[in-house]
């Protein structure tokens, strides 16, 4: 069974920074994608950031040039940077581990981002 946990969402102003980070444990495929996607009131889920074990990134438009992916493969955790924040960014945010045949999500972690 994989556990992802999510730590660092709060509460924080215009123009501040939060750090994400998930740690996944269990059994794990070590080629995989971890992310993070989020979820506003009223909205559709959407991919935020995404790193594969190979290295490849994908970020969404509204994020670029101001959040950052990164990861650890040894421990299995990602993090997200988010400088910048803006109050659209406001949203419940949620860990991600997907490889074929398999998704993992985290409970989501709040950040509210206050104009």
């Known amino acids: 069974q994989v556990q992802l946990v999510e730590s660092g969402g709060g509460l924080v102003q215009a123009g501040g920074s939060l750090r994400l980070s998930c740690a996944a444990s269990g059994s794990i495929f070590s080629i995989n994608v971890m992310g993070w996607y989020r979820q506003a009131p009223g909205k559709q889920r959407e991919l935020v950031a995404a790193l594969s074990s190979t290295g490849i990134t994908n970020l969404a438009d509204s994020v670029k040039g101001r959040f950052t992916i990164s990861r650890d493969n040894a421990k299995s955790t990602v993090y997200l940077q988010m400088n910048g924040l803006k109050p659209e960014d406001t949203a419940v945010y949620y860990c991600?581990?997907?490889?074929?045949?398999?998704?993992?999500w985290g409970r989501g972690t709040q950040v509210t981002v206050s104009s």
């Open positions: 991600a581990l997907r490889y074929p045949g398999h998704d993992y």
